[in-house]
Nanobody
């Protein structure tokens, strides 16, 4: 079992930056794929970014490419999402997720564990 707890959400203005963090506990998640998803009101949960177990491979949704950066620190069992140049359309609940395997998946049903989510609100 892996427990994931997100932090770092908040209310910011368009153009600001925010850094989300996800702390993993329980079974070691150091060799797992970690991902960030988000869900806006009335919309499906969507993939934002993913990172391989050693950080050597990352993947991003087109909507955040060039603005968001995912990273991980296996010694601390954390994964972070640096979000720059935030837009109102980035407003959503952001979820950290983990899956066993070696391939970053954009499909939410491929992830085994989820955090409770953290709200990010970007005002215009």
């Amino acid at each position: 079992q892996v427990q994931l707890v997100e932090s770092g959400g908040g209310l910011v203005q368009a153009g600001d930056s925010l850094r989300l963090s996800c702390a993993a506990s329980g079974r070691s998640a150091s060799n797992w794929i970690m991902g960030w998803f988000r869900q806006a009101p009335g919309k499906e949960r969507e993939f934002v970014a993913g990172i391989s177990w050693n950080g050597g491979s990352t993947g991003y949704a087109d909507s955040v490419k060039g603005r968001f950066t995912i990273s991980r620190d296996n010694a601390k069992n954390t994964v972070e999402l640096q979000m720059n140049s935030l837009k109102p359309e980035d407003t959503a609940v952001y979820y950290c997720a983990a899956r066993e395997g070696t391939v970053i998946s954009t499909r939410k049903n491929r992830y085994d564990y989820w955090g409770q989510g953290t709200q990010v609100t970007v005002s215009s």
